[in-house]
């Protein structure tokens, strides 16, 4: 079975500081994957998705990730935090071919200051 | 378009109790998902259904947990008896099809607490 891994519990940053939260996944075929943001008292919500093609995605909010086969990952980032991008962040893999049962990470809570 | 919709937010029942908690997907989509996650731990698949059949429910923790989609349309996942360690948010998540190419749309989650 496959897993998702955020290496990341707990990070906290400064307005306009840089952030990349990292996301490594176990699975040996082909994936889907996606990241989720969860504001506080809200629920989760796509932030972007890679199925095919351009490795680099871009998503809402000024977010993207990068798929790097060869590392099993699937890194978030985004240049210049803001105090609204406080909230916990959830990576997710789907196995294609199989069941598609999207697996989770256990998240990143994301406190970024003014 | 309405997201999807769960209710209870919150119910705190005591242990040995019953709970019912209910999903409404989004209308058309035959695809829902139920998720659980205990504090500070994963988000864990719990079943799926396609329209009203069970696709897979490996992630259902035991037999105490039953869960239905009535004529495909909402779903309720029953506790009972409901123990401690059945504590957690529970999702929902519906989709219009079944590889996510579209994504997952979840509801706000249900906080059940059992003391």
């Known amino acids: 079975a496959q897993s998702v891994s955020q290496h990341n519990h707990h990070v906290i940053l400064s307005e306009a500081a840089s952030l990349e939260l990292g996301c490594n996944y176990s699975y040996g075929g082909t994936v889907n994957l996606f990241w989720y943001v969860q504001y506080p008292g809200q629920h989760l919500q796509l932030l972007l998705k890679?199925?095919?093609?351009?490795?680099l995605v871009k998503g809402i909010k000024g977010f993207e990730a990068e798929f790097i086969k060869s590392k099993f990952s699937f890194n978030l980032r985004k240049p210049s935090v803001q105090w609204s991008d406080t909230a916990e962040y959830f990576c997710a893999v789907n196995p294609w071919g199989g069941s598609y049962i999207p697996t989770f990470g256990r998240g990143t809570s994301l406190i970024v200051h003014p | 378009e309405a997201g999807v919709t769960q209710f209870p937010s919150h119910s705190v029942i005591e242990k040995g109790q019953t709970v019912t908690l209910r999903c409404d997907p989004i209308?058309?989509?035959?695809?829902l998902y139920w998720y659980r996650r205990v504090m500070g731990k994963e988000i864990k698949f719990l079943l799926h259904f396609v329209k009203e059949s069970k696709q897979d429910e490996s992630g259902m923790p035991n037999n105490r947990f039953l869960a239905e989609r009535t004529g495909g349309t909402y779903s309720t996942l029953k506790v009972q008896p409901a123990e401690l360690e059945d504590s957690g948010v529970y999702f929902c998540?519906?989709?219009?099809?079944?590889?996510?190419?579209?994504?997952?749309?979840f509801g706000s989650g249900t906080r059940l607490t059992v003391v």
């Open positions: 998540a519906s989709s219009q099809e079944g590889t996510g190419r579209y994504g997952y749309t």
């Open positions: 890679y199925f095919s093609g351009d490795p």
């Open positions: 209308s058309g989509h035959d695809n």
